[in-house]
């Protein structure tokens, strides 16, 4: 599987949109992006996945370039419960391997 | 539903001793994983299953067994317990590449 690359933390105010960047400059053609978060030690929650269009969901929206080598994942309007760190995951096969992710702190 | 369930919640081994992790889901998911957490650090892939009788290995297996007698269970076994095995472990299951469901995790200390 491609190999990501996400900033290390970032904080968002409250209410605000929260872009999350991701590049996965190796990603090939039947490669999934996924994303994850983790709020404090609980167990990873999935957000959001695609293979080339733009998604959306009720928690999310998920932006792939056109070459596919990057990524963005929006939370429209950060809450404090939004905290967490957030995992970009680019996967082809059977497994679903986790990198260090973005803390995203949101500050009220 | 109860989706995944990890049992124990929480566990202390002492070096040396043995012990399996359990883990179950209601789903009917094919795809099962096992990963560990340490403090601070995000998450490593043990082992995972795509069906009933597979296994194959992830990041950092050493140290650990599985096995996948039917779709629903997924244990994990630890056989001579080490200190650098102490940390979070999570299992979760998917239906093939979908949306992946983790369980609550079981807090290991080896002492």
């Known amino acids: 599987d491609a190999k990501t690359t996400q900033p290390t933390s970032m904080d968002c105010a409250e209410g605000r949109a929260a872009n999350l960047p991701c590049n996965h400059s190796t990603i090939s053609g039947n490669e999934y992006v996924y994303w994850y978060r983790q709020i404090h030690s609980q167990g990873p929650q999935y957000i959001i996945h695609?293979?080339?269009n733009n998604e959306t969901n009720e928690m999310a929206s998920l932006i792939i370039t056109e070459d596919r080598k990057s990524s963005t994942l929006i939370l429209p309007h950060a809450t404090l419960r939004d905290t967490a760190v957030y995992y970009c995951?680019?996967?082809?096969?059977?497994?679903?391997?986790f990198g260090a992710g973005t803390t995203v702190t949101v500050r009220a | 539903n109860a989706g995944v369930t990890q049992t124990p919640k929480f566990r202390i081994l002492k070096i040396g001793q043995s012990m399996t992790l359990q883990c179950t889901q209601d789903?009917?998911?094919?795809?099962m994983y096992w990963y560990r957490q340490d403090p601070g650090m995000g998450l490593k892939l043990i082992y995972y299953?795509?069906?009933?009788?597979?296994?194959d290995k992830g990041e950092v297996p050493n140290g650990y067994n599985v096995s996948r007698s039917t779709t629903e269970d997924f244990p994990l076994r630890l056989e001579l317990a080490a200190p650098s095995q102490t940390s979070v472990y999570f299992c979760?299951?998917?239906?093939?590449?979908?949306?992946?469901?983790f369980g609550q995790g079981t807090r290991l200390t080896v002492v």
């Open positions: 789903m009917n998911h094919n795809y």
């Open positions: 299953s795509v069906g009933a009788g597979i296994t």
């Open positions: 979760a299951s998917s239906y093939d590449r979908g949306e992946a469901f």
């Open positions: 695609g293979l080339k």
């Open positions: 995951i680019v996967r082809g096969d059977y497994k679903l391997s």
